[in-house]
């Protein structure tokens, strides 16, 4: 601002010039409106007025004083000139007045005209007053403009610098801001400092944008930002790496927790036992169940989320949440590397190893879960912590795996069953996919039932090597309560077997049961080998249950089968017929207690499955059964054979005899007590089957020895001798007691019986060539063997004697033993 | 069956006895089927097997009784004593009860069996010499008192099984070869000839 140039230099000093001088000066802008002209002449008239009164002489200060304000004003409006004319006109005036003064008195003007050179020389002294102090005045209002620039100068300088010192301190700010960003990212405390970053950028930054630094400072946020963003990612990696730690602790705690719960749902089991049927982590259990465990804030693990909240508040803040899900399973994934070793030995020094294993990557991936459900949604998505987990247990289930498959040890594989039973329930628990685990404990389990059964088949050899095929005999009413109880066997079974009625619970010792120990011994095994198996099931999921409920069925079948019916008939190969007769009766109570055992498997199953099943090692049973049926047929028949062999009959004898053969004689003997002892046990039906088979074998012997008599020798002294033997035998049949009557036995001798009797007719053709006759007498005679006893009769030689039937002739058997004793002379009675 | 068409010259009923679990069925099986069983099966009364076997240029059948040791089938058993040709008399080496139950069986065969019967000792189970408690020198004892032969055998690792079986059967055979020598009076035997006209006592 321009001061103004209020005077100029006073070169007029008379009030004449003054209008000149006056002209030239520039109005200033902030003058004040123009006086109207007739003010300045009303103040003058004023003034004229008040100076009237005093003596022109006189020029009083006081009027000096009173003019200078209308010069002033003068100047100041610029009318110096008009003033001038003013004081001209009022001088004329004056002059006028002064003039009629004249006129009217000459002496008044004689009188006036001193007076008037006063006024003049008044004047005149005024004007040089007012030009002095005009002078004055130009000089003090100099001053005053230039003091009055040098203010306005000061002014603008300070308003500079207040400006500057404002800005200074923005700046100031600025850096301490940054500082303190700095600070905090050293702090590590990252979400201020990403705080302070956004008040930096979007606040104090804009203040200062002008300034170089302030642009260095904006350029280096990202980078702060992004050196904050991987700070907090790696602290927050470092902080999950440093969880690897806890994992254990936190499975531990799991397991911890899922068997005391399991120890709650076994008491509840107890207080109801209707809950039984229901599993662990069943609904049924899980409506019982009353839990607050915090997997990861309980009494042994405390792990706070806290880092990994900020870290994902920060990178919500930036917007960069996607970078770091991706980065987290990233890392979640690489970390996965070491939760399960690929190698693992599960020798019993290192059963602590698998668990330490299951620990891990159940503390692993129920912090994974955690995780999961306590963060935001999308941050960890259910399904990546799935596909963790199952590939995690799959690597898992390849290293168990590897190392089941040389498991020796059944010890062993009952705690890692138990073991891995814990894990599978705990990780139901949070609704982990356990299909794989459940795989292979089922793998584990038909291992498990491999050594059960490999066990029953070496103690069930041991056994029946020691097993001298006899029935047991139990001394005491202890031993008979246990024997009974393990193969089922009743009072009623004892009778059914031929025992007195009330002879099983008289109380009388020893007794004598018609099974071998090898019954008791296997039943007391097999229902034990159930538990057992159904037992190594405590932990297993309802779905699996169902599985191995069926392989336990199967592998009950197969060891009835394989182990147990097999061997029983592989020795049946043996010729000991006490041992044939023996293994029928066991393989029939086998057969007799398969349904019980059939029942055991039902009864004990975990599940609801109870309908009845039936074992195919029934029918096997049943099929082994005839087949030691047809052995003892067998044997019963070689023995026949035996004493058929050391028939010798002669045809052409002439002594007839009434006594049998003494080969039929020791025969029928030996018969007669195997049949009551060693055949005694067995059943009625079997005993039937094998006595038909053994008469029907001997009666078609008896006649093939007829049939094959030596034409034209045979006499009929001998013929009768044969029919004394077939009497004996006859009679011999009628005398076996079988229960169901001797009516079959008694029919295999018929056909013998029509043909002897035939023979010994007289009229021979004649009788049978009648069919009425024939039909009522020889019905069972075949036409071809009737041929031959025509052609038999043809030639029989009649008796030089007529002896028939004497009976004091000896039968001409046993002539080797006649030979012999006749040789050592022995006494006959 | 005709004479002719029979398969054997001479028939031979033998007698095993001895006390219950000397091995006298383990004897007979390894005998006649050439087999053995660890297992204890105690014979029920009465058994017998065939072996047919060739003593010098005869054919001869053995019918051998197997009884049961057990005392409850004495009476069963002891009617076969008389039957019998030759009779051994078994007992176990490792079992000294059954050893001088010997005598109680000797006895036996004087009081039930005939006169000019065939006897022989047998020590059965000498291959468990860690368990023998009866030496051969008491066995031979024995039989020497009894004026009767002696082996010891085993049906297990199949020591003497024949020669037991065979040193009765030819005995015997020769009996009964001298009494048919003294009664046809030739040398050969021919008993397919049948013995008709021999002495009528019954047995």
Same mark, same amino acid.
């Given at each position: ?16 010039? $003054? ?160 500082? $303190?960003?700095?600070?905090? +990212? ?19 930054? $804009? ?106 508040? +920060? ?16 890392? %979640? ?76 040890? &059944? ?34 389990? %038909? ?183 047809? %052995? ?54 079997? $005993? ?98 009737? &041929? ?42 | ?57 005869? %054919? ?49 065969? &004087? ?93």
């Amino acid at each position: 601002m321009k001061i103004p140039n209020v005077s100029t230099p006073p070169a007029v000093p008379s009030l004449t010039t $003054k209008p000149l001088t006056v002209t030239k000066t520039k109005p200033k802008a902030k003058e004040e409106p123009q006086e109207p002209p007739q003010d300045m002449s009303l103040h003058l008239q004023q003034l004229m007025l008040s100076t009237d009164n005093v003596q022109n002489n006189s020029f009083s200060e006081d009027f000096l004083e009173q003019l200078v304000p209308i010069v002033k004003d003068a100047i100041k409006t610029k009318r110096t000139g008009e003033l001038l004319d003013r004081l001209d006109g009022i001088t004329r005036l004056q002059d006028r007045k002064l003039e009629q003064l004249c006129e009217g008195g000459q002496g008044d003007y004689l009188v006036s005209m001193p007076k008037l050179s006063q006024i003049r020389s008044g004047a005149d002294r005024q004007r040089g007053a007012l030009q002095d102090l005009n002078f004055r005045l130009q000089q003090s209002g100099g001053q005053l403009v230039t003091r009055k620039k040098r203010l306005l100068e000061a002014r603008t300088v300070r308003e500079n610098l207040d400006t500057a010192i404002e800005t200074v301190e923005s700046c100031l700010q600025v850096l301490e801001l940054t500082n $303190k960003t700095h600070d905090l +990212i050293k702090a590590k405390k990252h979400f201020a400092a990403l705080k302070s970053l956004d008040d930096l950028q979007n606040v104090h930054l $804009k203040e200062v944008s002008d300034y170089g630094f302030a642009r260095m400072i904006n350029d280096s946020v990202p980078q702060l930002t992004s050196l904050v963003q991987e700070d907090v990612v790696n602290d927050t990696f470092k902080w999950l790496s440093s969880l690897r730690s806890v994992y254990p602790a936190i499975g531990q705690a799991a397991f911890q927790e899922t068997e005391r719960l399991r120890q709650e749902w076994r008491d509840e089991v107890h207080r109801n036992p209707e809950l039984a049927r229901y599993k662990f982590n069943s609904p049924i259990e899980l409506s019982y169940r009353s839990s607050s465990f915090d997997p990861i804030d309980n009494h042994s693990v405390l792990v706070e989320l806290d880092p990994l909240y900020e870290c994902l508040h +920060i990178h919500h803040t930036l917007r960069k949440t996607d970078v770091f899900i991706k980065k987290f399973d990233e890392f %979640r994934r690489s970390h996965v590397q070491n939760i399960v070793p690929t190698v693992a030995s599960m020798s019993s020094a290192s059963e602590d190893g698998v668990a330490e294993i299951l620990q891990n990557l159940a503390g692993f991936c129920i912090l994974d879960r955690t995780i999961s459900s306590r963060t935001t949604k999308g941050f960890r998505p259910q399904s990546d912590v799935d596909d963790l987990w199952i590939s995690l247990s799959q690597k898992l289930m390849g290293t168990l795996g590897h190392e089941l498959a040389s498991v020796q040890d &059944q010890a062993v594989l009952v705690n890692l069953k138990a073991q891995l039973g814990l894990f599978v329930q705990t990780m139901e628990q949070y609704r982990f996919d356990t299909v794989n685990v459940g795989d292979f404990l089922l793998l584990s389990f %038909r291992k498990f039932s491999q050594f059960l059964i490999s066990g029953f088949d070496k103690d069930f050899n041991t056994g029946i090597m020691e097993d001298d095929t006899n029935k047991i005999t139990i001394h005491d009413a202890d031993r008979y309560e246990k024997i009974t109880r393990a193969c089922w066997w009743t009072p009623a079974d004892d009778e059914a077997a031929g025992g007195k009625p009330g002879a099983a619970t008289d109380g009388v010792f020893p007794k004598t049961l018609p099974f071998s120990p090898i019954l008791p011994l296997c039943c007391a095994k097999i229902t034990h080998l159930i538990h057992q198996h159904y037992a190594f099931l405590d932990e297993f999921n309802v779905s699996e249950v169902t599985q191995t409920e069926d392989y336990v069925q199967q592998a009950m079948d197969s060891l009835l089968n394989d182990i147990i019916c097999d061997t029983l008939l592989h020795r049946l190969m043996t010729t000991t017929r006490e041992q044939i007769v023996q293994i029928l009766i066991d393989l029939q109570q086998f057969e007799r207690v398969i349904p019980f055992i059939a029942q055991s498997i039902v009864d004990g199953r975990p599940s609801q499955r109870k309908s009845k099943i039936t074992l195919k090692a029934q029918k096997k049973f049943q099929q082994a059964s005839a087949k030691a049926e047809s %052995r003892i047929f067998e044997h019963v028949t070689q023995t026949v054979d035996n004493f058929m062999e050391l028939e010798d009959y002669d045809w052409s004898t002439t002594v007839s005899s009434d006594e049998p053969s003494s080969y039929l004689d020791e025969m029928v003997n030996f018969l007669t007590i195997f049949f009551n002892s060693t055949l005694a046990d067995l059943p009625f039906a079997i $005993k039937n089957y094998v006595y038909f088979g053994a008469f029907d074998h001997l009666a078609s012997s008896l006649l093939q020895i007829l049939l094959n008599a030596p034409r034209g020798l045979i006499t009929t002294e001998a013929v009768h001798n044969y029919n004394v033997d077939i009497q004996y035998m006859e009679q011999f049949v009628t005398t076996l007691h079988l229960d169901g009557g001797n009516a079959s036995l008694s029919t295999t001798f018929i056909e013998i019986r029509q043909c002897l009797d035939l023979l010994m007719t007289n009229e021979l053709s004649k009788e049978y060539n009648n069919p009425q006759i024939r039909m009522r007498r020889y019905d069972r005679i075949k036409p071809e063997v009737a &041929q031959q006893l025509m052609d038999m009769s043809q030639t029989m030689k009649q008796p030089q004697s007529p002896q028939i039937g004497g009976g004091t002739q000896q039968k001409p058997t046993s002539r080797f033993m006649r030979m012999y004793r006749n040789a050592s002379g022995a006494h006959e009675p | 069956m005709s004479h002719s068409q029979r398969t054997y010259d001479l028939l031979i009923k033998l007698l095993l006895i001895g006390d219950s679990g000397v091995g006298k069925s383990c004897l007979l099986l390894r005998f006649c089927e050439d087999q053995f069983t660890p297992s204890f099966i105690t014979t029920i009364g009465i058994d017998f097997k065939i072996r047919t076997i060739d003593i010098g240029n005869q %054919r001869v059948k053995l019918q051998v009784w197997d009884t049961a040791g057990q005392e409850r089938f004495r009476t069963i058993t002891t009617a076969y004593y008389r039957g019998a040709m030759g009779i051994l008399l078994v007992y176990d080496v490792t079992d000294e009860k059954s050893f001088n139950n010997i005598e109680n069986w000797y006895q036996n065969v &004087q009081s039930y069996a005939n006169e000019g019967v065939e006897l022989i000792l047998v020590g059965n189970k000498c291959d468990l010499d860690e368990k023998r408690v009866v030496s051969t020198e008491q066995g031979q004892a024995l039989a020497d008192k009894f004026g009767i032969p002696f082996l010891e055998a085993s049906s297990k690792t199949n020591i003497n099984v024949e020669e037991c079986f065979y040193s009765v059967a030819t005995r015997i055979r020769d009996t009964v070869a001298k009494t048919k020598g003294n009664e046809s009076g030739s040398g050969g035997i021919n008993i397919a000839e049948g013995e008709e006209n021999s002495a009528s006592k019954c047995c």
